[in-house]
Nanobody
Framework: EVQLVESGGGVVQPGGSLRLSCVAS????????MKWVRQAPGKGLEWVST????????YYADSVKGRFAISRDNAKNTLYLQMNGLKTEDTGVYYC???????????????RGQGTQVTVSS
Protein backbone atom coordinates (compact mmCIF):
# COMPACT_ATOMS: atom_id res chain seq x y z
CA GLU A 1 0.00 0.00 0.00
CA VAL A 2 1.33 3.41 -1.00
CA GLN A 3 1.75 5.72 1.97
CA LEU A 4 3.08 9.25 2.20
CA VAL A 5 3.29 10.77 5.68
CA GLU A 6 4.16 14.44 6.02
CA SER A 7 5.36 16.20 9.16
CA GLY A 8 7.09 19.36 10.26
CA GLY A 9 4.38 21.94 9.81
CA GLY A 10 3.53 24.53 12.41
CA VAL A 11 3.01 28.19 13.16
CA VAL A 12 5.83 30.56 12.33
CA GLN A 13 6.26 34.31 12.05
CA PRO A 14 6.95 35.98 8.70
CA GLY A 15 10.59 35.57 7.81
CA GLY A 16 10.85 32.34 9.74
CA SER A 17 11.79 28.85 8.60
CA LEU A 18 10.34 25.36 8.66
CA ARG A 19 11.52 22.02 7.37
CA LEU A 20 8.90 19.60 6.13
CA SER A 21 9.49 15.87 5.84
CA CYS A 22 7.61 13.15 3.99
CA VAL A 23 8.26 9.47 4.64
CA ALA A 24 7.24 7.22 1.78
CA SER A 25 6.44 3.51 1.70
CA UNK A 26 4.76 0.96 -0.53
CA UNK A 27 6.66 1.82 -3.70
CA UNK A 28 10.24 2.17 -4.94
CA UNK A 29 10.89 5.69 -3.69
CA UNK A 30 14.34 5.97 -5.25
CA UNK A 31 12.90 5.44 -8.73
CA UNK A 32 10.18 8.05 -8.52
CA UNK A 33 10.06 11.78 -9.07
CA MET A 34 8.53 13.50 -6.06
CA LYS A 35 6.84 16.84 -5.55
CA TRP A 36 5.38 19.16 -2.99
CA VAL A 37 2.04 20.82 -3.56
CA ARG A 38 0.07 23.11 -1.27
CA GLN A 39 -3.44 24.33 -0.78
CA ALA A 40 -4.14 27.74 0.68
CA PRO A 41 -7.42 28.32 2.53
CA GLY A 42 -10.27 28.48 0.04
CA LYS A 43 -8.03 27.85 -2.97
CA GLY A 44 -7.07 24.93 -5.18
CA LEU A 45 -3.92 22.88 -5.18
CA GLU A 46 -0.74 24.72 -6.19
CA TRP A 47 2.41 23.00 -7.32
CA VAL A 48 5.42 24.08 -5.25
CA SER A 49 8.44 22.01 -6.23
CA THR A 50 9.60 18.82 -7.94
CA UNK A 51 12.72 16.71 -7.54
CA UNK A 52 13.68 13.97 -9.94
CA UNK A 53 14.38 10.44 -8.73
CA UNK A 54 18.16 10.82 -8.59
CA UNK A 55 17.92 14.14 -6.81
CA UNK A 56 20.01 15.95 -9.37
CA UNK A 57 17.23 18.03 -10.90
CA UNK A 58 14.93 20.32 -8.96
CA TYR A 59 12.23 22.75 -10.03
CA TYR A 60 10.34 25.46 -8.18
CA ALA A 61 7.29 27.62 -8.61
CA ASP A 62 8.23 31.26 -9.12
CA SER A 63 6.49 32.14 -5.86
CA VAL A 64 8.97 30.09 -3.79
CA LYS A 65 12.13 30.20 -5.91
CA GLY A 66 15.12 31.30 -3.87
CA ARG A 67 13.36 30.67 -0.56
CA PHE A 68 12.48 26.96 -0.61
CA ALA A 69 14.75 23.97 -1.22
CA ILE A 70 13.56 20.47 -2.02
CA SER A 71 15.76 17.45 -1.31
CA ARG A 72 15.52 13.74 -0.76
CA ASP A 73 17.29 10.91 1.02
CA ASN A 74 16.66 7.78 -0.99
CA ALA A 75 18.26 5.61 1.70
CA LYS A 76 15.62 6.81 4.16
CA ASN A 77 12.71 7.00 1.68
CA THR A 78 12.25 10.58 2.79
CA LEU A 79 11.47 13.80 0.94
CA TYR A 80 12.18 17.22 2.44
CA LEU A 81 11.20 20.82 1.89
CA GLN A 82 13.30 23.48 3.58
CA MET A 83 11.30 26.69 3.70
CA ASN A 84 13.07 29.95 4.54
CA GLY A 85 11.88 33.51 4.42
CA LEU A 86 8.29 32.44 4.93
CA LYS A 87 5.52 34.84 3.97
CA THR A 88 1.89 35.00 5.03
CA GLU A 89 0.91 33.87 1.54
CA ASP A 90 2.79 30.59 2.14
CA THR A 91 0.09 29.59 4.62
CA GLY A 92 -1.68 26.37 3.70
CA VAL A 93 -1.64 22.61 3.85
CA TYR A 94 1.47 21.11 2.29
CA TYR A 95 1.35 17.69 0.66
CA CYS A 96 4.03 15.48 -0.79
CA UNK A 97 2.93 13.64 -3.88
CA UNK A 98 4.02 11.31 -6.62
CA UNK A 99 2.57 9.84 -9.80
CA UNK A 100 2.60 6.06 -10.10
CA UNK A 101 1.35 3.60 -12.71
CA UNK A 102 -2.22 2.59 -11.99
CA UNK A 103 -4.65 0.41 -13.89
CA UNK A 104 -4.32 0.34 -17.68
CA UNK A 105 -0.83 0.56 -19.21
CA UNK A 106 0.27 4.16 -19.56
CA UNK A 107 -2.18 5.37 -16.94
CA UNK A 108 -0.85 7.19 -13.88
CA UNK A 109 -2.43 8.05 -10.57
CA UNK A 110 -1.35 10.85 -8.23
CA UNK A 111 -0.83 9.82 -4.62
CA ARG A 112 -0.78 12.41 -1.85
CA GLY A 113 -0.28 12.24 1.88
CA GLN A 114 -2.62 13.65 4.49
CA GLY A 115 -0.77 16.93 4.52
CA THR A 116 0.83 19.12 7.16
CA GLN A 117 -0.44 22.58 8.09
CA VAL A 118 1.86 25.57 7.72
CA THR A 119 0.66 28.86 9.17
CA VAL A 120 2.68 32.03 8.72
CA SER A 121 1.36 34.77 10.94
CA SER A 122 2.59 37.55 13.16
Amino acid sequence: EVQLVESGGGVVQPGGSLRLSCVASGFTFSSCDMKWVRQAPGKGLEWVSTIYSGGGSTYYADSVKGRFAISRDNAKNTLYLQMNGLKTEDTGVYYCATDLPWGLPGTMRTWRGQGTQVTVSS
